[in-house]
């Protein structure tokens, strides 16, 4: 995002304060009736654990969160402070008098606050698991437009950087290679509560009007089952408020040395439509990334623009106090002009290509929610459809040339995919307080996709000849039943046995036409089942002082498939790949010091991976799926964050992973190299925010952030060796809030680096006849200074 954003954290606004929120809190202890007021009123509530393990409070009906919160904790061993309309800090009182206010801070990524990623609302600092939170007003800080851009913000969290909407998310180092085909992703996306993404690269949705980003690290087959074999990304955007309208816009500005201009706008409404019982909440943005890369070739300057435009809609009904019904949808459309890699020899901002090497991305989703209370149990009901088509063409003159004996011809392949998938998820959870707490689920999902791809060749006449075509359609379907039960067995120690039981049937046809020599022209049809079970099982101690120690084991796993694609037919023992599997062993502790000042979330862990699925290119670039062989993988991981009395808030993250292929599957490569590609042994990222008073209610902002990316290799094929990474990241932004509106100027990229961030672009010049890789280079964007400027009411 080319630009940042941040509402005030003066102080609660007198139209949130004054806000109702209807609430049904059952007799329980002060700290966990807090969590139950932060989940209900969509508030972070920091420190419950200050209030001790005691007390038994309730409340229903419809209260300010000022009085909901008087109201509980009268007569409690604690107090309050609201820190923001979204955040409250739970202190311990003074011996007499109330105390003056506390410093403005920003809330803290790892503060006590609620997640729901564990299909579970429950309290991020009392998960046995990894994960990681980026809040909305963290969001909006950063001026974090789109996924790429929050990965610095939390351990373990990489992608590789084609271009927009080409991108592959890589959790805790588990990546299965830097290209995208028919495996499926090893990370489960989702928006809200519902699957977007099975195989495809990641839509790239801009990130406008997010409550949060959850991020669960390690495999989480239990509960998400295929597709989630490393974890789980997940956006939740903000849901519409019954009480009270709300409108915002923001808008911003940019120039890239060397570049074009880009610029953006975005702004929300919220409606109630009917008060407490009916509200609309709707987003819309436009987003132009100028281009600065040129093509040589083609004499042409600032090829790599992209402009990307959408919207969602929310409405939410409330036709009893104990029932809820969400429905959503979600549409984006996204051009790019042109790939953004370099050719080495050249200038630093050039390529060679003989077309443009385009790239379109159409998105669109629809669910339907319905949350409810049995009384004994609460269910929540989940139908999505994703309907979601990309497109690109690349120059591949270079294989007519080499193939064909054709070096005069502009070669040119074009592959089209379009995905219809639909899911449902139906869960019950247990409502009642108790030692014991469970959760039961059933899912299922259809995803069909149809895939044509074409290479045609022009003559220097203009007479277009066509080479090869595929028409390929596929189709994905899965059941399962997943549970998970935890049990207090003594006083803070809890255990969680989880499971899935699943089944899966892969189907594909394909018909090839490949009418010149060496090409082969056939037509298949196949078909394959998987089933087994996912499990999960963790234990962990939580200290009197709210200390959080786990042992956590879990799996995760992807169904296998087929190779059709390729001027030739794939040898037999290539037509087939099988499922991959991947164990994982975890501990991990969560600790607050100093008086919850700081907050530190660590893991090791060391994952077993079996049959490795990895996208890999023919030497004619058309692409094929293998299972590399296994791999073990030990890792650490670490975020910690600290709030200064004087206004100053840091946040760092690490990762160390250190992996080694085990075994490797002499029918994929000759020769194999050691480690897991695309990710490097270390990464982390800073975060730095500061904040200082101004005259006239103003407050002044002052926010660092930087992430750096080691050295890592773009294959498992050792004889594509070509490395890429050891590159910081870097921007810096001030800006001016007030209660209603901001002003943000902004540097990315403030020493102009030009940092290989992924070292391949186009499949048909990366890979030649004769297997060797042809160097490209990704640069970072060249320094862009903007300026962006917001407002709420």
């Known amino acids: ?103 403005v801070r920003t809330p803290t990524l790892l503060g006590e606050v609620l997640v729901t990623a564990a299909k579970r609302t429950a309290n991020l600092n009392k998960l046995a698991a990894s994960v990681s939170i980026i809040p909305h007003d963290q969001i909006e800080l ?21 271009g927009p909407a080409r991108d592959k998310l890589i959790l805790r180092g588990l990546s ?26 990641d839509p790239d949705l801009q990130l406008v009007d997010v409550e949060r980003i959850e ?67 709707l987003v819309a943005y436009r987003d132009v990334q100028g281009g600065y890369l040129d093509n040589a070739q083609l004499r042409l300057s600032n090829v790599d623009r992209t402009v990307r435009e959408g919207g969602r809609a929310a409405l939410r009904l409330q ?46 989703e629809g669910s339907a929610t319905l949350r409810g209370e049995l009384g004994w149990a609460n269910l929540r009901a989940n139908l999505a459809f994703v309907d979601h088509t990309f497109s690109s063409q690349y120059d591949a003159s270079q294989v007519l040339a080499d193939v064909f004996n054709a070096p005069s011809e502009l070669g040119v392949y074009y592959e ?40 045609d060749g022009q003559q220097p006449s203009g007479v277009l000849e066509r080479y090869y075509t595929e028409n390929r359609r596929d189709q994905f379907r899965e059941a399962a039943i997943y549970g998970e039960a935890s049990y207090g067995f003594a006083p803070g120690w809890t255990a969680t046995l989880g499971g899935r039981f699943f089944q899966s049937n892969v189907r594909t046809l394909s018909d090839v036409v490949a009418p010149l020599p060496p090409g082969q022209s056939r037509s298949g049809r196949y078909s394959a089942d998987f089933d087994g079970v996912s499990p999960k099982l963790s234990v962990q101690r939580e200290s009197p002082s709210g200390a ?60 077993q991976w079996r049959d490795i699925q990895t996208d890999q290119y023919r ?87 930087t992430g750096y990316v080691g050295s890592s290799a773009i294959s498992f094929d050792a004889s594509k060796t070509t490395r890429m990474g050891e590159y910081a990241e870097t921007r810096l932004s001030a800006q001016v809030a007030a209660r209603d509106w901001s002003a943000t100027l902004f540097v990315l990229n403030p020493v102009n680096s030009a940092g290989d961030t992924f070292s391949y672009g186009n499949p048909f010049t990366f890979t030649r006849t004769e297997g060797q890789p042809v160097r490209q280079s990704t640069p970072q964007r060249p320094r862009t200074i903007g300026l962006r400027l917001s407002a709420h009411y």
């Open 176 to 201: 299965d290679g830097a290209f995208t085909g028919r495996a499926p992703s090893t990370v489960g996306t989702y928006l809200d509560d519902a699957a977007i993404n099975y195989n495809a690269p």
């Open 548 to 607: 959080l120690a786990y042992a956590l084991y879990s799996e995760g796993y992807r169904a296998g498939g087929f190779n059709t694609g390729g001027l030739q037919l794939i040898r037999a023992s290539r037509r087939t790949f099988a499922p991959d599997k991947l164990r994982n062993y975890e501990v991990g502790l969560k600790v607050r010091l100093l008086d919850t000042r700081m907050n530190v979330h660590a893991a090791a862990f060391f994952d």
């Open 215 to 281: 991020v669960v690290r390690g495999p989480q087959g239990a509960l998400y089952g295929s597709g989630a074999l490393s974890g789980v990304f997940r956006i939740v955007p903000r849901k519409p408020d019954m009480t009270q309208p709300e409108f915002g816009v923001a808008g911003a500005i940019a120039e890239t040395q060397g570049g074009s201009p880009s610029e953006e706008i975005d702004g929300y409404a919220n409606l109630p439509l009917l008060h407490d019982r009916a509200a609309l909440r």
């Open 319 to 364: 036709p009893a106090d104990a029932w809820q019904i969400d429905l959503s949808a979600t549409a984006q459309r996204l051009r790019s002009n042109d790939t953004q890699y370099t050719t080495p020899g050249l200038a630093p901002d050039q390529h060679l290509s003989r077309l443009q090497e385009q790239h379109k991305n159409d998105f669109a």
């Open 416 to 455: 089209h995919t379009r995905i219809h998938m639909i899911s449902t998820d139906v869960l019950l959870r247990s409502a009642r307080p108790s030692r014991l707490t469970w959760l039961l689920g059933v899912y299922a999902t259809e995803s069909q996709e149809k895939s044509p791809a074409t290479l």
């Open 1 to 103: 995002m080319l630009g940042g954003l941040a509402l005030s954290l003066a102080g609660a606004r007198a139209d949130a304060a004054e806000a109702l929120y209807r609430l049904s809190i059952p007799p329980k202890p002060y700290a966990d009736a807090l969590i139950d007021l932060g989940v209900q009123a969509n508030v972070s509530i920091v420190g419950t654990s200050t209030c001790g393990p005691g007390g038994r409070v309730a409340l229903a009906g419809a209260y300010t969160l000022d009085d909901a919160l008087s109201r509980l904790l009268a007569g409690a061993p604690c107090d309050y402070r609201v820190l923001d309309p979204r955040t409250v800090r739970i202190v311990a009182p003074p011996p007499a008098a109330k105390p003056a206010p506390e410093p």
């Open 142 to 162: 950063t001026g974090a437009a789109d996924v790429i851009q929050t990965t610095a913000q939390m351990a373990g969290v990489l992608t590789t950087n084609l």
């Open 619 to 705: 030497p004619s670039g058309i692409p094929y799926t293998a299972n590399v062989g296994d791999a073990d993988i030990a890792g650490l991981e670490s975020e910690l964050n600290y709030d200064f009395d004087f206004g100053l808030s840091l946040q760092l993250n690490t990762l160390f992973a250190h992996s080694r292929i085990t075994r490797a599957n002499p029918d994929f490569a000759a020769q194999v190299v050691s480690a897991l590609p695309t990710v490097p042994r270390f990464s982390g990222g800073l975060l730095a925010v500061y904040h200082h008073p101004l005259p006239r209610d103003l407050t002044l902002r002052l926010i660092g952030e």
